[in-house]
């Protein structure tokens, strides 16, 4: 057994490396994949916030094709953290862009602790009301729907959670 447990473990370093790799590439290019390894599959259901333990229990339980299959078929279904934040936008976005434009609110105590960032929320909601201003303020935003303006409203969240908290941005 462990000689068992040392062969996965040397077996996932190199796929480690490339998670690793992927999620620094991910923060770079806007609307990129999943990192199957550490955000897909059996892994991330059960470590969500290490993702070296994630990857490792990927490979160890299937080679990581359950992983690597949900990534690709379904990559919207790997990070839970991120549907939960969407679903929350959509759901709550008029009284969400009222606390924005307030400073403050439950909504915007709703979605950093649906982010896990609820230590954040006052530099979340600063941030928002600084980036998101510019965005209402563009015409085009009054005409959008409700999906292009949620859209819009979780990349606005992405890039402050960024900025303010780098643990939150992993997250999304």
């Known amino acids: 057994m462990k000689k068992l447990f040392i062969l996965a473990a040397l077996l996932a370093l190199p796929m480690l490396a490339t998670a690793e790799e992927n999620e620094t590439q991910a923060k770079k290019v806007q609307g990129s994949g999943p990192n199957p390894f550490t955000e897909c599959g059996i892994g991330a259901a059960l470590f969500p916030e290490i993702h070296w333990a994630a990857a490792l229990s990927n490979v160890i339980w299937d080679l990581g094709s359950t992983a690597v299959t949900s990534a690709l078929s379904s990559p919207e279904m790997?990070?839970?953290?991120?549907?939960?934040?969407?679903?929350?936008?959509?759901?709550?976005l008029p009284q969400l862009e009222q606390d924005i434009a307030a400073g403050n609110g439950q909504y915007i105590a709703g979605l950093a602790e649906t982010m896990g960032c609820a230590g954040s929320?006052?530099?979340i909601a600063s941030g928002l009301r600084t980036s998101y201003t510019g965005v209402v303020a563009n015409g085009d935003y009054a005409t959008a729907t409700k999906a292009e303006r949620a859209t819009t409203m979780y990349n606005a969240v992405k890039t402050v959670t960024a900025n303010v908290d780098g643990s939150c941005a992993v997250a999304l």
């Open 78 to 92: 790997c990070n839970e953290k991120k549907k939960k934040t969407a679903k929350f936008i959509i759901e709550t």
């Open 121 to 123: 929320q006052d530099a």
